[in-house]
């Protein structure tokens, strides 16, 4: 069942969504730094002349290389990233920034380390940064994480032999505000009562956009925001949907539970929401890279903040009303204990709010296309509207 | 006028252990031939000593403070309160009940706590959701993992409303960390002090780091004899002295624990004893024992002539707390002490620690195979055992054996599967 217009349908610029590499990767004439997760700062990565590539597995549905060395107990997303860059699927990197983001992904770039850039034949020197970051959501934490990000600056001056000056701080987070603001542009499209856009389209611009120069982005987001502006809104009685949970790159997810009868009108998702739900604040005179960083690490968190949850949920609630939810479809990846316990307590909490609520366990594969489709089907079927 | 039998309905779980502690040791005393198991014998009493006295001072109505274990107990002793470790009793419980705490287990399952999480947290969840257990308050770091972090956050939320306490631990060791995270400790202690309505005494802490400084040296005095072959310990002293760091450490009883079984292991090294008869294999295990079942160990000693020299939570021995300089001084070294107990140190720093761990402790204890028991919660550690195991045969010539498990969950890989498995292993040593 296909409730919009295809007006973004092949769209060039969504297309890049569906794969690793693209056309910018190639053309680029600046280094490709890949980073995971959100809580790094591309605009650090922009003003150092680098092109920050947000590392993820799409198109990978194999896990066969990665599970020599990880287990059956990993997060298959992570095993299907790890998967990918064993055949060779980041060799255009230059540069590597990751964090503590979770237990996965935190043991995936080691074997990075280990297996990926030390594989025979593999003769690239790979510049890798690692910043630790607090678990908390305090002033004296911030401390900490500052100074990780004025580290990870001079480690990228170093590594990459430049200087980084405010200047192109300043200049890399105008474009980034410009970016966020465009993309809430076109989130405001798909909340509204007709959306213009649907939950798997809106996904698709946010990983592209994560995958291209900034520029690019923003010029291509002005694009199809016009697309969106001049196209039908699309009337029909589907469920709006609220995608929480693990993070989601497979296309085959939101497409499924679009092609059951819903529109995905809002999320908190790592691609989604959180992204570009605020800007970053420039204070005059003030330092851009702590203007960064406290963007960064005060935004509403993921559940690796372990203070946070209250937080989180009020997010939750607001975007319900906001968006006029139907039905909030809570999701993650097997194993993944961080959104696994997240959904736990939401799936209770949100009772209060007498909204229909599903919490699933998935693969990243899609494998298991079949028990999902009957049990998203059976949750729409059950909302009234 | 205060209820004492109410007052001790708050830590129902906390009762049963120190009621199943007693009546397994008795059964030990009283059955088994006296020479058996001396570390257990001599542990449980002590901990059953520590426990009564806990019980009572939770009939007086002293505050219940629940913790993870990555914070080391005695640190709780600047309070008058009685520390629960919420791992240890769920693990505890697990090796000594009949039925362990599934029933829990499955409580937490049923309520939308993910299959793939730790029972040693989720057998104390679950207890906390059946309102068996009242704590005042809950201190917890953001360490070791994933399943720390998300599960932790079930106390403070939905009903329950537990004060939480966090005290933020750095993915990343060095000076910069110890102090970062010294700093944590502190102000964590202090706010907790806050919710239960004390003052942190830390000149009274003082004594009782002092007093695990002794210890300190003795497990270390342990820790090197057991360098010698045979080993002078029996496999048992692996859980057992786990749990005395987990429920009495800052006792006296945690220093008698160590001085008596110091000695037993002492005149064992000087006559080149083995517990068990001949020593066959010797094992190290990178994780954990079975905590669903620890008669595993007995097994092991008894049937297949297999020492297990250390586990996960008893090797590396931080240096001595410094109490003799100012306040930072002491929390620096209590944030070294906690960043390096090695479950913790292992999860919050890089895979090369581990493995040169590992690979130097493999040839300085004479190590013949490593079993790594992969645990379904521990995330940090299901991507090394590969690499490891590359690195055992390359560098020492040495197999390992890795067996999934759920440390506190019979169900997922039982008893004799374990004997099964490691029994084959063991054919293809001998």
């Known amino acids: 069942m296909r409730h919009f217009k295809l007006s973004l349908q092949n769209d060039p610029f969504l297309e ?12 680029s004439d600046k280094k490709v730094i890949g980073y995971y997760c959100t809580y790094l700062p591309e605009e650090l ?52 920034a990751i964090c503590n983001s979770c237990d996965h992904t935190r043991r995936m770039f080691e074997l990075f380390d280990y297996k990926v850039f030390n594989r025979e034949g593999y003769k690239k020197e790979v510049p890798r940064f690692y910043a630790a970051l607090p678990h908390v959501i305090t ?9 990780e990000m004025i580290e990870l600056k001079g480690e990228l001056e170093k590594a990459y032999n430049i200087t980084i000056k ?73 469920k709006r949907i609220m995608l929480v949970g693990s993070i989601v790159d497979n296309l085959d997810f939101p497409r499924l539970i679009e092609d059951s009868g819903a529109t995905i009108v809002s ?119 | ?73 005695e640190f709780l002793n600047c309070f008058d309160c009685v520390p629960i470790c919420m791992e240890g009793v769920s693990y505890y419980l697990a090796a000594l009940l009949h039925n362990g705490v599934e029933k829990y287990y499955d409580m937490m399952n049923s309520w939308g706590h993910p299959f793939h999480t730790c029972t040693s947290q989720k057998g104390a969840m679950g207890m906390t959701l059946d309102n068996l257990f009242d704590f005042d308050a809950i201190v917890c770091p953001t360490a070791p993992c994933d399943s720390t972090c998300g599960s932790y956050q079930f106390f403070s939320s939905f009903k ?27 102000n964590g202690l202090i706010n907790l002090g806050k919710v239960i309505g004390q003052e942190p005494d830390f000149e009274k802490l003082k004594s009782y780091i002092e007093m695990e400084n002794e210890v300190q040296k003795l497990r270390l005095e342990i820790f090197e004899l057991i360098k010698a072959v045979p080993s002078p310990i029996e496999n048992m002293y692996n859980p057992i002295s786990a749990g005395t760091q987990i429920f009495i450490a800052g006792s006296s009883e945690n220093l008698i ?36 079942d620890v008669s595993l160990c007995e097994w092991l000693d008894r049937e297949l002539d297999m020492s297990i020299l250390f586990d996960i939570f008893n090797y590396n021995f931080s240096d001595p707390i410094n109490t003799k300089s100012d306040l930072d001084e002491m929390f620096l070294g209590m944030a070294k002490k906690s960043m390096g107990i090695p479950m913790v140190r292992q999860s919050t720093d890089f895979y090369d620690v581990f493995i040169d761990d590992c690979v130097r402790m493999a040839k300085e204890f004479s190590a013949d195979c490593f079993i790594y028991t992969n645990s379904i919660a521990c995330k940090q550690f299901g991507s090394i055992p590969k690499i490891l195991r590359e690195a055992l045969r390359d560098e020492v010539g040495i197999p390992m054996l890795i067996i999934d498990f759920d440390a506190g969950d019979g169900r997922m890989t039982s008893l004799n599967t374990f004997k099964e498995r490691i029994s084959m292993f063991v054919q293809t040593l001998l």
């Open chain 1, 267 to 385: 999320d908190f998702l790592c691609f989604g929401t959180r992204n570009f739900i605020d800007d970053i604040e420039l204070r005059p005179g003030g330092d851009p890279l702590d203007d960064i960083s406290r963007r960064l690490y005060f935004r509403i968190s993921c559940p690796r903040m372990m203070d946070d949850h209250k937080r989180r949920l009020e997010f939750l609630k607001d975007e319900i009303i906001r968006a006029k939810i139907d039905g909030v479809l809570l999701q993650r990846i097997n194993n993944c204990d961080l959104h696994g316990c997240d959904n736990m307590l939401f799936e209770h909490e949100l009772k209060e709010l007498d909204i229909p609520i599903i919490n699933i366990d998935r693969e990243n594969s899609m494998e298991d296309k079949t028990r999902l489709q009957t049990r998203i089907e059976a949750f729409l079927e059950m909302i009234n509207k």
């Open chain 1, 166 to 238: 405010n200047e192109d701080l300043i200049n890399s987070i105008n474009i980034f505000n410009k970016n966020r603001r465009l993309l809430r542009e076109i989130h405001e499209l798909r909340i509204q009562k007709f959306p213009k856009i649907s939950g798997t389209e809106a996904l698709q611009i946010s990983i592209a956009n994560s995958s291209v120069p900034k520029e690019i982005a923003n010029q291509e987001l002005e694009r199809i925001l016009n697309i969106l502006k001049g196209s039908e809104s699309i009337k029909n009685n589907a």
């Open chain 2, 160 to 186: 329950n409303k537990i004060p939480l306490t966090i005290i933020d631990m750095p993915f990343i060791h060095g000076e910069d960390s110890y102090r970062y995270y010294a700093n944590q400790i502190k």
């Open chain 1, 139 to 147: 002033d004296e934490s911030y401390e900490w994480y500052k100074n």
């Open chain 1, 16 to 27: 890049i969504a569906k794969s690793i590499n693209n056309p910018y990767i190639e053309k």
């Open chain 2, 1 to 73: 006028m205060i209820n004492k039998a109410e007052l001790k309905n708050r830590a129902i779980p906390y009762r049963m252990l120190s009621d199943v502690i007693s009546n397994t040791s008795e059964i030990a005393v009283r059955i088994l031939p006296e020479d058996t198991m001396p570390s257990f014998r001599i542990g449980a009493e002590l901990i059953n000593n520590v426990l009564s006295r806990n019980m009572e001072k939770i009939s007086e109505g002293l505050p219940i403070v629940g913790y993870h274990f990555s914070l080391p107990a």
């Open chain 1, 45 to 96: 990565f922009h003003a150092a002349n680098l092109f920050p590539f947000r590392i993820r597995a799409t198109g990978n549905d194999e896990t066969e290389l990665a599970d020599i060395y990880m287990v059956r107990f990993t997060c298959s997303y992570v095993r299907a990233t790890l998967d990918l860059a064993l055949k060779g699927g980041y060799d255009f990197l230059d540069g590597l």
């Open chain 2, 257 to 292: 624990f160590y001085k008596n079984y110091l000695e037993i292991t002492k005149k064992r090294y000087k006559k080149k004893e083995h517990y068990g008869g001949e020593e066959k294999i010797r094992s190290i295990w990178p994780y954990m024992v079975t905590f669903f």
